[in-house]
């Protein structure tokens, strides 16, 4: 870490603020940003500075994690939450910050009992009750990736709040059975479209989504990537997913 973040912990919780220059280019290097109205840029401001009291930052392989890395992923990771807050996020603490795309060893035991063993490349990964993993390459690329609708940090982070309620399964904690019921009558809809469409490209050559395929493989990936674009590239996303638009402004933006 640089000066700035080191000296949190030393500051009075009226003084922990992201200073204006590094607040500045960070809005700079993330247009997608720089767009939110004024006064949501405020507030993430004053989000992402409480954000980074709260969370503990590693550099993996060596990697030294910046102030100028630390606001980058702050900014972006508390606009999923600029208006639910903070709790959202209370479950973990540490963030691990790797160069590039990491190697997750993974194990599945198939319907026979044969145990496969394999490596996984990464961008990023959530872990339930745990941290967060995420690639620095690609968040740095963030403000050019905007356009076709990919955020590494946001899809992460949007798995934390998919696994509030226990296992990620692409629906967030809801308060009611009629929100569920809501919530589950507009995802399913678009989840089985979204998976017909990249199955017909895949196998016929058809016109592939816009979105990214990847968000085909489960409901709880489909939610990620569905909201990483929403947040980076609404309008976009909306030519696409008008139903989605209108369900995530009212779990996103919750009236007062």
């Known amino acids: 870490m640089l000066n700035w973040l080191r000296t949190l912990g030393r500051q009075s919780a009226s003084t922990k603020t992201i200073p204006d220059t590094l607040w500045m280019d960070t809005l700079l290097h993330f247009p997608f940003l720089a767009r939110r109205p004024v006064g949501e840029l405020q507030r993430l401001h004053e989000l992402a500075g409480k954000f980074l009291t709260q969370k503990e930052f590693t550099g993996a392989h060596g990697l030294k994690v910046t ?60 872990m339930e009750g745990g941290p967060v993993t995420l690639s620095w390459q690609d968040v740095a690329a963030a403000g050019s990736t905007a356009e076709h609708g990919h955020n590494i940090v946001i899809h992460e982070f949007i798995h934390k709040i998919d696994m509030r309620d226990g296992a990620a399964d692409g629906c967030p904690p809801l308060p009611t059975r009629s929100a569920l019921s809501g919530w589950h009558s507009v995802m399913q809809p678009a989840f089985d479209e979204f998976c017909e469409k990249v199955a017909m490209a895949k196998r016929f050559g058809a016109e592939p989504p816009w979105l990214d395929d990847y968000g085909a493989g489960s409901p709880a990936e489909f939610f990620a990537v569905a909201c990483e674009a929403y947040f980076v590239n609404r309008e976009r996303f909306t030519q696409d997913f008008p139903q989605l638009t209108v369900l995530f402004d009212k779990f996103f933006i919750p009236a007062k």
């Open 67 to 126: 102030d100028e890395m630390a606001v980058s992923i702050a900014a972006q990771a508390c606009l999923p939450v600029l208006h639910l807050g903070l709790r959202w996020y209370d479950d973990f603490k540490g963030i691990v910050v790797h160069p590039g795309a990491m190697l997750a060893r993974r194990e599945v035991t198939d319907h026979a009992g044969v145990v496969h063993r394999y490596s996984e490349e990464l961008l990023g990964e959530a």
